[in-house]
């Protein structure tokens, strides 16, 4: 009895989360169609949907799984170029701006998986801080790849350079990644609805995960390896499995946020922007997929209004401390019995109601 309110709660949570993104949605599209929102909150709605997007695919490594990434802005990078490499390649052969974003962000998904599994390989044999500190280094490496990584197109289809700049490109040809210096003059695709709609579908894909028996096995695994490990659970597969999906939609999200800039370029994608996820994460609750959506809104909104402007140079400082403060005060025993007391009083509160009722 008691396993059934809980897995209630669970869906009732998960519910008003998407009775949240939706009621969002509802308030915010009309009022951008009547133009009554601000330039600067306009220009921001498409990088708050990636945004949010990115952090409930790093809270299912973060919160759910219980390993920590410091890459997961590589993955976003991978489906950035990718998808943005792809919209540019299908100008001609998909004519329909809402058709090509939607193949753009299946190929960044699709490809970002990949690379997801490739890394997933050597480094899902390794826990806490080893982890980590190798999914940093991939995501630097990722980095420089796609730095050194020249694309063009010809009527003979797509030329791939690498360290080198194309020059065989045929008449016709034009670049499309030009290594540093990114991919330029991009032919904005992205949308808010689009953005809307991947951040229903990243929502719907982790709570049946979270939900199903995979998702069980993934949160024993995070709760105790060793008693997973014993009962016959495969680690290293279920670990892969919350890994390679998180890198998926991240991968989508880069698509959909390289679809909405003038240019892209790999410096956007680095360590930074991965510790500016793992804060979103961090600040929304581990675990909790409607904290990362309120987090990530916020923080993306935070540094665009006047007040903040001034402060963008110390934006990462301030951040840090916050982080480091937030960390300290979830993993204070004081803090946590004083909660702890708050918790069991309202479940007190909710058993007697039922049993008056």
């Known amino acids: 009895m008691k396993k059934g309110k809980k897995l209630s709660a669970t869906n009732r949570t998960n519910y008003l989360t998407y009775l949240g993104v939706i009621l969002a949605f509802a308030i915010l ?57 792809a919209a540019s390649a299908l100008k001609d052969a998909i004519p329909n701006g809402g058709l090509r974003l939607a193949v ?28 980590a500190i190798v ?13 050194n990584l ?15 700049p194309l ?12 290594g540093p210096m990114g991919i330029p003059n991009i032919t ?21 995960l979270v939900n199903s028996r995979a998702g069980r096995a993934i949160m024993a695994i995070r709760d105790n390896r060793i008693a997973a490990e014993s009962v016959g659970l495969n680690i290293t597969k279920y670990k892969m499995m919350a890994f390679v999906t998180s890198a998926a939609l991240a991968g989508a999200a880069g698509a959909l946020f390289a679809l909405g800039q003038n240019t892209i370029v790999a ?6 922007t991965s510790i500016l996820i793992l804060v979103y994460v961090v600040l929304g609750g581990q675990g909790k997929m409607w904290g990362s959506i309120i987090a990530a809104t916020f ?23 916050v982080l480091i403060l937030v960390m300290l005060a979830t993993n204070n025993p004081a803090l946590q019995s004083f909660f702890a007391r708050f918790k069991k009083a309202g479940e007190d509160k909710t058993v007697k109601g039922g049993e008056q009722a």
Request: hydrophobic share 55%.
């Open 104 to 131: 753009a962000m299946v190929i960044g998904a699709v490809f970002a998986g990949i690379v997801g599994v490739l890394i997933s390989v050597p480094v899902l044999r390794l826990n806490g801080d080893y982890l």
């Open 299 to 321: 923080l993306t909104v935070l540094p665009e209004t006047p007040a903040m402007r001034g402060l963008a140079d110390y934006r990462m400082l301030v951040y840090a401390i």
């Open 188 to 208: 904005k695709i992205s949308s808010f609805v689009a953005g809307f709609v991947l951040v229903m579908v990243t929502l719907a894909v982790i709570f049946n």
């Open 267 to 272: 410096s956007k994608f680095d360590f930074n």
């Open 29 to 85: 599209q009309p009022m951008s169609a009547a133009g009554k929102l601000s330039p600067t909150m306009q220009g921001q709605l498409v990088p708050i949907c990636a945004y949010v997007v990115m952090a409930l695919s790093l809270n299912l490594t973060v919160g759910v799984l219980g390993e920590l990434s410091l890459g997961h802005a590589g993955f976003m990078s991978v489906g950035a170029f990718s998808g943005a490499v």
């Open 135 to 147: 999914t940093l280094a991939f995501g630097q490496i990722i980095k420089s790849v796609v730095e």
């Open 150 to 164: 020249y694309v063009g197109v010809d009527g003979r289809g797509l030329h791939f350079g690498f360290l080198k």
């Open 167 to 178: 020059t065989n490109l045929g008449q016709g040809g034009r670049m499309i990644l030009n």
